[in-house]
């Protein structure tokens, strides 16, 4: 079954920078987009960056243009989110998502806390 599962949260002061991974299982994970999505107290699950399945294209929330960047590795089967420059209003659950055989699957999430 697919199975996404995210590591890397923390936290870590503003301006501060963190990594988060998403490791994919049970599906081939080459042929579909992924996205990182996050979810901060109260507030709706927000899109945060998208990646093609080829790495080629990748698109962002305005509010993390030239902070964030989003990678995956095929061979290793794992999406990246690379976060400089974190802000306070960056604290939120962070998710893996991919959208395969007509299903929205997500990862358990990983905490990330942007605070002095």
């Known amino acids: 079954q697919v199975q996404l599962v995210e590591s890397g949260g923390g936290w870590v002061q503003p301006g501060g920078s963190l990594r988060l991974s998403c490791a994919g299982s049970?599906?081939?994970?080459?042929?579909?987009?992924m996205r990182w999505y996050r979810q901060a107290p109260g507030k709706q699950r927000e899109l945060v960056a998208i990646?093609?399945?080829?790495?080629?294209?990748?698109d962002y929330v305005d509010s993390v243009k030239g902070r964030f960047t989003i990678s995956r590795d095929n061979a290793n089967n794992t999406v990246y989110l690379q976060m400089n420059s974190l802000k306070p209003e960056d604290t939120a659950v962070y998710y893996c998502?991919?959208?395969?055989?007509?299903?929205?699957?997500w990862g358990q999430g990983t905490q990330v806390t942007v605070s002095s």
């Open positions: 998502n991919t959208y395969t055989n007509l299903q929205n699957f």
């Open positions: 049970g599906f081939i994970f080459s042929t579909y987009a």
């Open positions: 990646i093609s399945s080829t790495g080629v294209g990748a």
